[in-house]
Structure formats: C-alpha cells, structure tokens
C-alpha cells in the first residue's frame, strides 16, 4: 500500500479520543488527501482538547454522541480504535460488508519502508521502547518512536527518513490487527507476560494469542528477543521460526544473549562474550527495570551498535515519567509516581524496588485480576497504605485482610482525591520513608487515565510546604 492509495477515499475513524491516537490518524488521512469522518461516542465538550489540535484540519465531519450505521458501510475504509473489540457490532457489520478494517499500527506497517522493532509485553514496554530509542539515536540511526507511551502513530510517518529505524510499542490491542493481516515486525521483542485486561479479554489464552501476533509472521532471517526468566514467554519459544536471542537476570549457557553475571551485564554473540557495564552503574530502581535495561541491550547488540555507545545512553538512563519517578524529597521523604503500574504485578515490583519503609497509595478500577499476592506483600512489606476509590479497591482490602486479618483493627481510608491521599500519606510519613503512588489498577473512575492521575499526584506533591 502507498500513502497515494488513501487519496480522495472516504474513510471512518472510529474513536479520537483524548490519548493522542484518533488526532495522529485524522492529522494523517487529511494531509493523504482522504475524505474523513469521526466518530465518537463523547460529546463535542469532552473531546475538546484533541478538537483544538485539528483546528483547521480539512475534509473532516464530525459525528459526536453515536456511531451511525451508515459510516461504517458507506465508506471505503475504516480504522478502529486499539479499545474497540473486533465483535463490537459496527466492525463486524463493516467486515461483513467487505469494507476493510485497520487500526493504526496494522495502516502503519502497511505504509512503512523502514525497519521496525516491535516491543510488547504486560509491562516495561515504554521503559524498554524509550531506551531503544535513546540508544539508536546517540549512534546516529534517525529513530523515530512510534506508540510510545502517548504518542500517535500514523502522523509519524512523515518523520521518517531513508535510514530510520522505528521503534513501535505495540499493545495487544494493536498486535490483533498486525494478526489479522499477517504482519511481524523484522525484530519482534517480547519484555514478559503477566494476567492483564482480563475484563476485556475473557482468557488469558486469547490475551497471549495477541501477544504472539508480534513474531508469528516473521522470516527466518528476523529477529525475535525473548525474557528467559518469565515462564509464559519461554513457553512460546516453541512457536518462533525467527532467530532467537535470550535475556536474563542469570547466566545463559547457549545461544546469542544478554545476562548478568558477577553482578555485571554481558552479551553473548556466538560464543564471544564482552562485559557490557555493572549494575550497580544503572539509575533505574528495580530489578523489573533491570529486565528492561538487558532487553534494550540485546536489541541494540543485535543492530550492530557499538557497546560503548551502548553503555553511556544506559548509565544516563534516568527512566520515563509515570515510572518509579522521583518527583520530590521534602523533610527527608521520597515522593515517587508509579502511576503506570495498573496490574498488580507491577506494584509488587514497584514495593520490591525499596529497601526503606513504603507509605502505598494504591486502588482503582478493577480489570478483573487477582490480588492475593499483592495482598501479601502490602502486609509484610509497606508501613502504611491509602487506597484510592474504585471498584477494584475492595478487591485489595479484601486480599489484604485475608493475609491479615488484624492489620485494619483501627480502621482504613478510603479517599475520593489525590489531594486527601497525599495528605494522609504525609501525616504517615517520617524522615527516611518513601510515600509510593503505585495503584495496582485502572485509574478509571477518579482519573481519565493513569497519566492523568500520575500528573495530578506530581501537581499535589509539587504544591507540599
């Protein structure tokens, strides 16, 4: 497909949303010289902060509040929001009328001449694709990040130039339709797999069939960078007809690799192993970002990058917002937004990655995962914790309370702000802790996102006297 292609053909989108996404798209298909129609369930007043960004953006209606049946079988194509299942009834009526269905990563792969290294996983994938990014560009390579945590997708094709790379965080929403027209990236990286959107998937079977969409249709001469240490990903290494290069928090014995030995990371190609740096030289917190920093490493060894450059981005890596960000010390406490931890594997992680006493504020929307484990760690490991409201809180009280029945005999708070949060949390807190928004969950309810609630917690702990 050429961009040409798309000039003068009316095409649906589905969904602009307030992420970025729907604005690259409809920014896109204008400048392609298409004839657009959006589409939203919102209102007009919702939308108005991606409204304003297509300020004066031709060749485009707006339909707020409804899909109407007939966008999605008069016109010549439509693209989907990643959120909008493929039996949602206004995709299946366009495919039952043979009009094709793409969403932006699977419109982008069809466009796109260069390079691609997909990143995909339940977590670390902005981490790991941001310090891909970094990596390339201090070797001169002209990336160019697609996907990546808020940024759009098709509109970056433009920056493009003749010897980029790109660097795609791909979503299992996104990978369904990479599936469905059989497209791999040449280097497909996968960070972990772990229980997620289970209120949208109804099996983890059909969630990791997604997953897989990442290396199912490479070549032989591809690339497929897998994590040795997380069981459900080594169970898919059967399935990949690509070449395999593995990493791993402990040494591996064969095949090409990136590892930690002697508390110092390695590569191995083909039997020649080189010292990369030593961990304790990371500024990253966490043995979760550890994982993220060997990924990132074996995809850059792999490109050929020298390992000195290599090592200097790695050092210099302070990490991304929404991360285990340090916003603030104040009387001898840390401040960290950990916002992006939605599951609760990611606030285990993020509590694991301290050694001083944690003051957690957790809760939110519930995605229908379990939360016994995390229940566990909150009582042996945090000195005190605030829950913010939601359908998914309960299920975290409730975990908490089985591992311990005794350890709310004085009470617990349940609080509706970011504000009233923080300020318990402060009234906890003695010189040497950590005061640690890692939710665990949705940020659905309170917050439009997690970036949105990560903002409001920064705003809050920034405003503290």
């Excluded at 030289?281 to 060997?294: I, Q, S, Y």
Aim: glycine letters at 8%; a positive charge; hydrophobic letters at 40%.
């Amino acid at each position: 497909m050429k961009e040409s292609d798309l000039k003068g053909k009316k095409i649906t989108v589905m969904g602009l949303g307030l992420h970025g996404g729907g604005v690259g798209t409809v920014r896109f298909l204008a400048e392609a010289g298409a004839k657009i129609t959006v589409t939203d369930l919102k209102s007009k007043e919702e939308l108005a902060s991606s409204l304003e960004k297509l300020k004066g953006v031709k060749n485009v209606t707006y339909i707020f509040r409804q899909h109407r049946l007939e966008d999605f079988i008069k016109t010549d194509m439509v693209i989907k929001t990643p959120l909008a299942p493929w039996i949602n009834q206004h995709i299946k009526l366009s495919l039952e009328n043979k009009v094709p269905v793409e969403i932006d990563s699977s419109l982008f792969f069809k466009l796109c001449r260069n390079k691609i290294i997909g990143i995909t996983g339940t977590k670390g994938k902005t981490t790991t694709a941001t310090l891909i990014y970094e990596i390339l560009k201090a070797a001169g390579k002209s990336p160019v990040k697609v996907g990546i945590g808020q940024a759009s997708v098709l509109d970056k094709l433009k920056e493009i130039k003749k010897n980029s790379i790109v660097v795609f965080e791909l979503s299992s929403w996104r990978l369904s339709a990479l599936g469905r027209y059989q497209i791999s990236p040449e280097i497909a990286v996968i960070t972990n797999i772990y229980p997620d959107h289970l209120n949208y998937y109804k099996t983890m079977d059909s969630y990791i069939q997604d997953k897989k969409n990442i290396f199912l249709y490479q070549k032989k001469e591809d690339s497929c960078i897998l994590n040795e240490d997380n069981e459900k990903v080594t169970d898919l290494e059967k399935e990949v007809q690509s070449q395999i290069i593995k990493f791993s928090q402990e040494k591996i014995l064969a095949g090409e690799s990136v590892y930690v030995k002697d508390k110092s990371i390695y590569v191995n190609n083909k039997g020649k192993e080189r010292k990369v740096l030593e961990v304790e030289d990371l500024k990253l917190k966490g043995k979760h970002n550890l994982a993220n920093v060997l990924t990132a490493i074996a995809v850059a060894n792999k490109l050929g990058i020298k390992l000195e450059t290599i090592k200097k981005v790695v050092i210099g890596f302070k990490g991304i917002a929404h991360r285990l960000e340090l916003v603030r010390e104040l009387k001898g406490v840390e401040y960290y937004n950990d916002s992006a931890s939605t599951t609760p594997e990611a606030t285990i992680f993020g509590l694991k990655s301290f050694q001083r006493p944690v003051i957690l504020i957790c809760g939110g929307s519930d995605k229908n995962l379990k939360v016994d484990e995390l229940g566990e760690i909150i009582v042996q490991s945090v000195k005190g914790v605030i829950f913010l409201k939601g359908k998914g809180t309960e299920k975290i009280i409730s975990a908490i309370k089985k591992a311990d029945s005794n350890i709310f005999s004085t009470g617990l708070e349940i609080v509706e702000s970011m504000e009233k949060a923080v300020e318990l949390a402060q009234t906890v807190a003695e010189e040497g802790d950590i005061i640690l928004l890692s939710p665990g969950m949705t940020s659905f309810g309170l917050f439009n996102n997690e970036f949105q609630r990560g903002n409001k917690f920064k705003e809050v702990v920034k405003k503290l006297k």
